[in-house]
């Protein structure tokens, strides 16, 4: 290597992150471990050396600049040694590398280059710290991956030093991200600490924004400003986004009733009450719009998937999220691999209720398919613009049709019978005066499909009364 001075680029990465962040399904360890791994990555900008590029939950890229080999030997060397110290070695595995940027080379191939290396150190690094060795005859009641050290306060379980040192940072961090939205009025708003305390009807919402097609649209930035631009703009957009939520979230008392699992990156984690799903997808989609990114002599349109699981709030958090990462991938797959071919479709939702029933035993989609047989996961995937009609549609129907019809309704279609002289016979049960608008309202939900009587079933208690 030469010792002349050259432009270096550095890129730190979270790695094995199930052991960091979702290695328990406590609320607020989750929570913690998520906010601290945002607070590591952004926490390395303060270094003058460094010059943020883009930050994600747990990546991020630098500018060095200008540097010599045995400089940038000693920047990465003090970098892993803060990712190895307080508080973050309790929990994290990080790894770091650095490369030079070759004379006219594009930032994309730079930034591939690190992660093509920041990959082959995580193949030879552990899922996890090991923990110093502690005396311990318990495992840690939140985990039960490390011993159990700490009292927990109001807990009857211990917990282990991770799980101690993520509740606690997380306490304080998880406000910073609100602050923004409150102004002065930060200080008075208390956040949840069980997924209890938002449950409507023993249910909550979990859902999974991310970002489409932002890996492509990244692809087309060739210098570092462009790269920074298009970081700033989507911060610019999720800041957008959480303060128009937040805002608008339902609060008992000063006690606002959001929760935030994952933040930052192209991906977003909420868990809201189970009613305020449609409002919270719609102020989301709102408030994000239809922005757009120019580089390279491009128009590219910035949208965004959800998956949405219903459950109750007991169930497993870690794999609830999974479920609703997994119905945001389902609701990318009929998109087209051109970022700049935009339509306002693309940014879409498929949910799944799981009210009734506590575990899946094959992937989201299979079971979808089989459950609501003869309806298709199609069904259940809504664009931006169906969110607020479907709605309106879902209270009309609701507030009118007898409920015991839909089901009647649903068991026909399971046995692939026709519906249509029972759903004739249930419009006559009807008062004349609402007849028009219900038969408008269930028109527009079937279109041509009366398989979607079964999305209208599943719906049937998880539209909220309030208007969006």
Same mark, same amino acid.
């Given at each position: ?9 550095? =890129? ?25 791994? +945002? ?39 003090? @970098? ?20 030079? =940027? ?55 379980? !211990? ?6 040192? =993520?509740?606690?940072?997380?306490? /304080? ?5 609100? #602050? ?32 489409? =097609?932002?890996?492509? $649209? ?5 210098? /570092? ?13 999720? #800041?957008?986004?959480?303060?128009? @939520? ?121 079971? $979808? ?11 259940? /995937? ?34 692939? #019978? ?19 608008? +219900? ?5 527009? @939900?079937?279109?041509?499909? !009366? ?10 208690? +998880?539209?909220?009364?309030?208007? @969006?």
């Amino acid at each position: 290597m030469s010792s002349s001075s050259s432009e270096w680029y550095l =890129r730190i990465e979270a790695v094995n992150i199930d052991h960091s962040v979702y290695d328990t399904n406590d609320i607020s360890t989750i929570r913690g471990g998520s906010s601290l791994l +945002l607070d590591a990555v952004r926490k390395i900008t303060e270094k003058p050396e460094l010059k943020r590029v883009s930050v994600g939950a747990s990546t991020g890229l630098y500018e060095v600049g200008m540097s010599t080999d045995a400089n940038i030997t000693g920047i990465e060397t003090e @970098i892993r040694k803060n990712l190895q110290g307080e508080p973050y070695c309790h929990f994290a595995t990080f790894v770091v590398a650095t490369t030079k =940027r070759e004379r006219g080379e594009a930032i994309d191939d730079v930034n591939k280059r690190l992660m093509a290396e920041c990959s082959l150190q995580q193949y030879q690094t552990p899922s996890f710290p090991f923990p110093t060795y502690e005396e311990s005859a318990e495992e840690c009641g939140f985990g039960g991956t490390r011993p159990a050290v700490h009292d927990i306060e109001g807990q009857e379980q !211990k917990a282990s030093h991770s799980v101690s040192v =993520r509740r606690e940072e997380g306490k /304080t961090l998880r406000k910073e991200l609100y #602050k923004p939205c409150f102004n002065e009025e930060s200080a008075e708003i208390e956040l949840p600490d069980h997924l209890e305390e938002l449950a409507q009807n023993d249910n909550i919402a979990v859902i999974h924004f991310d970002g489409n =097609r932002f890996g492509k $649209i990244r692809d087309h930035c060739k210098t /570092t400003e462009e790269y920074k631009r298009f970081d700033k703009t989507i911060q610019g957009i999720q #800041k957008q986004a959480i303060c128009q @939520i937040v805002k608008h979230t339902p609060k008992t008392g000063n006690k606002v009733r959001l929760e935030t699992l994952l933040w930052g990156g192209d991906e977003i984690e909420l868990v809201v009450p189970a009613p305020q799903a449609w409002e919270t997808l719609k102020r989301f989609f709102d408030a994000t719009g239809i922005e757009t990114f120019q580089t390279a002599g491009k128009e590219f349109n910035l949208t965004w998937s959800a998956g949405v699981v219903f459950c109750r709030h007991n169930l497993p958090i870690l794999q609830v999220r999974r479920y609703a990462e997994q119905l945001c991938s389902i609701a990318k797959q009929r998109l087209s691999d051109k970022p700049d071919e935009f339509s306002s479709n693309d940014n879409r939702v498929v949910y799944l209720n799981m009210s009734s029933f506590d575990l899946i035993e094959r992937d989201v989609e299979s079971f $979808i398919a089989s459950y609501h047989a003869p309806a298709t996961v199609g069904d259940f /995937t809504f664009t931006m613009n169906d969110i607020g009609q479907l709605h309106k549609d879902m209270l009309t129907i609701t507030r009118s049709f007898p409920k015991n019809k839909v089901y009647e309704i649903v068991e026909l279609l399971q046995n692939s #019978k026709p519906v249509d002289k029972l759903e004739g016979r249930a419009l006559k049960m009807v008062e004349c005066s609402v007849r028009s608008a +219900l038969e408008e309202a269930i028109s527009r @939900i079937l279109g041509e499909r !009366k398989e979607r009587w079964l999305l209208i079933g599943d719906l049937w208690n +998880l539209i909220g009364a309030q208007a @969006i």
